[in-house]
């Protein structure tokens, strides 16, 4: 398994702001998930943070929105811009062991009023 | 595009046995997930079947058949603990996973 540390792992914000958060594995891993979890939601995949390339976005989801860092094999970032209450959600990084196993961070829960 | 089913709610009482199924269809299939996760908490990786058959480890199997497009986790010995939402998610392509909407198990005495 993967140690996933997420942080802030929570916070409130005020709209039209943006916020950063930030995914540290203890381990490189090649292929590192931002996913989104609203309100009594299921998981929505956000994109996929390639580490020396652009992220790679679902439908539905903007490099505007969300732009998103992954400088190195243990680190990434994922940026909330210009934020509105429906944006509120918890948002969790996750990454792939070598084994095909996909592991999530403690997530982050953000809300915008 | 993705398309994962599974019943939204359940309740079964403590020592017993439940099945929660999950139905799906889907391009490039490359693996089956299922994830624990407690209410306001991260999901929980419990099992990952990539070749039909079933999968067990402690009080918790999965099964697989690809055929089918079907998929259940068969928890044994329910204890109060494993009252939680468990998500059935498929894999489709390199690494891409995507969640069916989650069934939320009510564990009673």
């Known amino acids: 398994s993967a140690v996933i540390s997420q942080k802030p792992s929570r916070d409130i914000c005020q709209r039209g702001t943006s916020l950063t958060i930030q995914c540290q594995v203890d381990?490189?891993?090649?292929?590192m998930f931002w996913y989104r979890q609203q309100p009594g939601q299921s998981l929505t995949l956000i994109a996929t943070?390639?580490?020396?390339?652009?992220?790679?976005?679902e439908s539905g989801f903007v490099i505007d929105k969300f732009p998103i860092s992954r400088p190195n094999l243990t680190f990434s970032t994922l940026t909330v811009s210009n934020m509105s209450p429906e944006d509120s959600s918890i948002y969790l990084c996750s990454v792939a062991t070598g084994a095909g196993e996909l592991f999530f961070g403690e997530g982050s829960r953000l809300t915008v009023l | 595009g993705q398309n994962i089913d599974q019943p939204t709610e359940m309740t079964a009482t403590e020592g017993a046995i439940v099945q929660i199924n999950c139905t799906y269809q889907t391009s490039g299939f490359n693996g089956l997930f299922w994830y624990q996760q407690h209410a306001g908490e991260a999901p929980t990786f419990l099992s990952y079947n990539v070749l039909d058959g079933l999968e067990e480890k402690g009080r918790f199997s999965s099964f697989l058949s690809r055929s089918k497009g079907y998929s259940y986790l068969l928890l044994k010995e329910l204890q109060m603990k494993d009252s939680a939402s468990y998500l059935c998610?498929?894999?489709?392509?390199?690494?891409?996973?995507?969640f069916g909407t989650g069934t939320r198990l009510t564990v009673i005495p």
């Open positions: 943070a390639n580490q020396g390339s652009e992220a790679t976005y």
């Open positions: 381990s490189q891993v090649t292929m």
């Open positions: 998610a498929v894999r489709a392509g390199a690494n891409n996973l995507f």
